[in-house]
């Protein structure tokens, strides 16, 4: 791991230099959202950054993308239909680029999805540093996503006059030597900016009425408490809370065919375990034809089945959830109700 440091006045025209060769987004605002997206010039928000609505994950894996173009013409063929451009994502923050991290190894695991390991590869993130919660609703510190280590490239921390940039990657390094003016930083720079990361720890309280190693085993041992029905009863089965999450991944196949029936692509787009059809197999039958199930199969996803398997929480406390829930279920206050068994 590398250290670099780049004056607050730099990082604009280090921007636009990175904006010659690559397309790059970053967080911006719309109305009272804010949103990843094509802009001209760098901005950062600062401490009135709030989650964006979507998380950048849409730019690894989209909400709709073509997989293969069919033929089916006199000699049938299938060809790969992969879309993939060198891309910057920039001003990702903690929560995100655990995220990030996460479905890196979850589209690597077992059978490599050729898709998004072709976006990957193509793809730098540069990370704003978190210093303070940026919602009464996130949760990141609680769930080990705030102190980040891997899933970027380059990781600024505002420490005044400019960022302490933490490199951790070669394509990162090589970013800073052909686009910026960055420079080593000195140690009063080096000093400041561990005081400013062991200063933030304060600002963020533990949420969880146990630890968070125990949550697996708790959703485990309470697979028929009350509180599933409960949420089921007021859940609209609308599916944001999906559509939102930076960890959720599922998706759905479908095939789009041509006016003459001889060529189309087979296509593919997010779906989510909370819709009604998410669960329906061949015959018609529904394996959780019940919203209560629905709801309790997508907090044990994020607290116990891919927490037991990969050994972090696959929920970065983010708060799009809630934010997005239009009945407010909150995932901590269903984890603490377990905790206290209540």
């Known amino acids: 791991m590398k250290e670099a440091f780049i004056y607050k006045e730099d990082v604009d025209p280090f ?25 001209l010039d760098f901005w950062d928000p600062g401490e009135e ?17 073509p997989l293969f173009c069919m033929s089916l013409a006199a000699k049938p063929s299938l060809k790969p239909k992969i879309e993939a451009q060198p891309q910057i994502i920039f001003g990702v923050r903690p929560c995100d680029i655990t995220a990030i991290s996460q479905m890196d190894k979850v589209f690597a695991d ?34 080990g996503s705030l102190d980040v280590k891997e899933g970027f490239d380059l990781l600024l921390t505002d420490i005044g006059e400019g960022y302490f940039v933490t490199v951790v990657t070669p394509k990162g390094e ?55 029905k409960e949420m089921g009863d007021i859940c609209l089965a609308c599916g944001r809370c999906n559509l939102v999450c930076p960890t959720c991944y599922c998706f759905d196949t479908f095939d789009v065919m041509a006016p003459n029936l001889k060529e189309g692509e087979r296509r593919r787009q997010w779906d989510g375990c909370l819709l009604n059809e998410f669960a329906v197999i061949a015959g018609g039958t529904n394996f959780r034809p019940q919203k ?49 068994g209540k």
């Not at 950054?49 to 993308?65: F, H, M, S, V």
């Not at 900016?193 to 969880?208: I, N, S, W």
Request: aromatic letters at 12%; glycine letters at 4%; hydrophobic letters at 30%.
């Open 292 to 340: 209560s199930q629905r709801v309790r199969h997508r907090l044990n996803r994020k607290f116990n089945y891919q927490m037991t398997k990969y050994g972090q929480s696959h929920c970065v406390g983010c708060g799009r959830c809630y934010r997005a829930c239009l009945v407010h279920i909150h995932p901590v206050e269903i984890a603490n109700r377990l905790a206290e």
């Open 15 to 39: 921007y636009k230099n990175l904006k010659k060769d690559y397309k790059v987004y970053r967080v911006k605002k719309k109305g009272p959202h804010y949103v990843f997206g094509e802009a």
């Open 174 to 228: 090589k970013l800073l030597k052909d686009f910026s003016t960055a420079r080593e930083p000195s140690k009063e720079e080096k000093e400041w900016f561990l005081a400013r990361r062991e200063q933030r720890k304060k600002e963020y309280p533990y949420v969880f009425k146990t630890e968070l190693a125990n949550l697996p085993l708790l959703f485990t041992a309470n697979w028929d408490h009350p509180v599933w």
């Open 110 to 143: 077992t059978n490599v999805d050729p898709y998004y390991k072709a976006r990957r590869e193509n793809t730098i993130i540069v990370g704003i540093d978190c210093l303070r919660p940026c919602d009464k609703d996130c949760f990141c510190s609680s769930v």
């Open 49 to 65: 950054y709030i989650p964006t609505i979507l998380p950048p994950k849409k730019y690894l894996q989209p909400q709709e993308e």
